[in-house]
């Protein structure tokens, strides 16, 4: 080997190793290998900075930009609320058929860990509602993303990363649906195998915290069945409500008539008034939930339209002029520009509508209230405390479908090719950001800046290991080892290493780190490049055995309270069929000569 092959070498080592043990951010550790690379001359400074132009990373951010807009507008929640609520508790296979297949299918289209960002609130609250365990849905629900990434070239950040790969050896870029006829049949037996697999290899795991929540204080909240509910006309145990965990229906009015005595029948209709007690986990979980709208909070199109609403904590003090009277009474929604759509009273559950309780010092409000309550009122006399509630923001709703079409226009624009991926997702995204659909400081924190500048380096590192000779010389030894079994051997080969990399450093990285391997090992062989480059992208991304082997993997291993080891459990016979099946379709699409 070379100078630069050893040196590559060594970093690259390093650089493994420092990833494994977790101490440090990778974007840090990359970044540290590319520097380091760089100051010995391995590369030089166009290398350098090749990741930093690569297309690839604007279309990352501006699907980040697509899939937050989704989450903070409540985009596909009907969807999401109908294949979730109609679930049979007794039938747990179709459950996570329902959970699964759709994930699946929508993540083809949308980045993987922005999607799981958005629906694994949803699964976690639908779960939370219906006192099922979070713990038995999230680990297939990041699974079958991933699968469902595998099936187009814009499904994950990976297939974009390695198509630019691919540009860059003359190989000529792929389209968007030119490796589903790998992926789909790929998924589709991964999710029949998990469906068929988990409810027995998955356990029941609780999250922090998640046995405490009896105890939490109890909140009385109003919601109103809205105009355009899917929920009118359902019954109480059809549209979900019955069995709530950590909330309970108390009450339902309709035109002046007050149902106490809820049965699992009652039908619900148009503008039904229910009064919901919980702890203020789930009251929020209420708010989000699709076919129910506050009674309070419907009133303020003003507060409806203000993009940068929240939630806040405040407790009426004991000099307050609140003390004594309503909040219809105080005019609490002219005099503060809010509502108040929940009130905690120590000890008590409240009766009656929300605007006619008599208000004490020490009652503690949930607030809809605007960017500005907070600095206003936490000093002032009317209120002993008041805190933002910064981790749950409510819905906007009115933006909705403005959103779902740009998903649905993302599509037929890439998928038609009457706009390449990259114009038709940066235009959508700044359509969003123009017409205040999302804004800048939401489109700043929806793009996980980490991701990128793993891209980035990672590139870097991708071009040192290929032009020092280290991808050559290792490819030698893939080839010495598995020669004697044939082409399928050397696919196998490559795949079965770039799994092994991807469960230890990032999946960007051991994209980076195996491409070149991949194409040098079909170079040597004599064979098309084309299959082995496509290997690398289902290796890279399908991490089944470890919770750090794939983004969405890590953001679920704390919301379902999982052990470490839970990941192999249902990940082991998923990788042994992607194995087995992968390079037997491969060169079904993409021949070796």
Known sequence: MTVDAWVTLAVVGVTVVVLILDRFNPSLVMGGAVLALYVSGVIDSGQLLAGVANESLAIVAALYVLAGAADITGAFDGVTSKLLGGADRAKPRAELLRVCGPSAGVSA????????????????????????????????????????????????????????????????????????????????????????????????????????????????????????????????????????????????????????????????????????????????????????????????????????????????????????????????????????????????????????????????????????????????????????????????????????????????????????????????????????????????????TNVLLLMATSFALGLAVDESGLAATLANLVVGAAAPLGSFGLLAAVLAATMVVTEVISNLAAAALMFPIAIAVAEQADLNAMPFAVVVIFGASLSFLTPIGYQTNTMVWAMGGYRYTDFARLGVPLTLLVLVATPALVPIFFPFH
Not at 277 to 286: E, F, K, Q, S
Not at 367 to 376: E, K, N, S
Not at 409 to 432: N, R
Request: glycine share 8%; hydrophobic share 50%.
């Open 109 to 448: 289209f949308i980045a993987n860990t922005p999607l799981v960002a958005m629906l694994a609130p949803r699964v976690v609250r639908w779960c939370r509602r219906t006192g099922r365990s979070p713990s038995l849905y999230l680990m297939p629900l990041s699974y079958a993303v991933i699968l469902g990434g595998s099936m187009t070239m814009i499904g994950t950040s990976v297939n974009l990363f390695v198509n630019d790969l691919i540009d860059s050896a003359g190989l000529g870029r792929l389209g968007v649906f030119s490796i589903i006829g790998v992926g789909l049949p790929l998924t589709i037996g991964c999710v029949l195998l998990m469906v068929l697999l988990g409810p027995r290899l998955l356990k029941d795991r609780s999250t922090p915290g998640e046995a405490l929540a009896g105890n939490e204080r109890e909140f009385t909240v109003e919601m109103t069945i809205a105009a355009d509910s899917a929920l009118a006309g359902a019954t109480v145990a059809e549209a979900g409500l019955r069995n709530l965990e950590g909330v309970f229906l108390v009450e339902v009015e309709r035109a002046e008539r007050v149902i106490a005595a809820i049965g699992p029948d009652e039908p619900l209709a148009v503008g039904d008034r229910l009064v919901f007690v919980g702890n203020i986990a789930r009251v929020l979980d209420l708010q989000n939930m699709n076919g129910l709208t506050s009674a309070e909070a419907r009133h303020f199109d003003d507060l409806a339209r203000n993009p940068q609403r929240q939630f806040v904590e405040a407790v009426i003090g004991v000099n307050s002029p609140l003390v004594g009277s309503s909040l219809k009474a105080a005019g609490f929604r002219s005099r503060y520009g809010s509502a108040v759509v929940a009130i905690h009273r120590a000890s008590q559950q409240l009766s009656g509508k929300l605007g006619d309780v008599r208000l004490r010092a020490g009652d503690v409000l949930l607030v809809l209230a605007g960017p500005d309550f907070a600095q206003q009122y936490r000093e002032h006399r009317d209120f002993a405390v008041v805190a933002p509630l910064n981790q749950d923001r409510p819905i906007r709703r009115e933006r909705t479908r403005v959103v779902e079409v740009s998903v649905a226009a993302l599509i037929v624009l890439a998928g038609t090719g009457l706009l390449d991926l990259l114009k038709a997702s940066l235009l959508i995204a700044f359509a969003l950001i123009v017409t205040r659909v999302v804004t800048l400081d939401d489109a700043r924190r929806f793009i996980n």
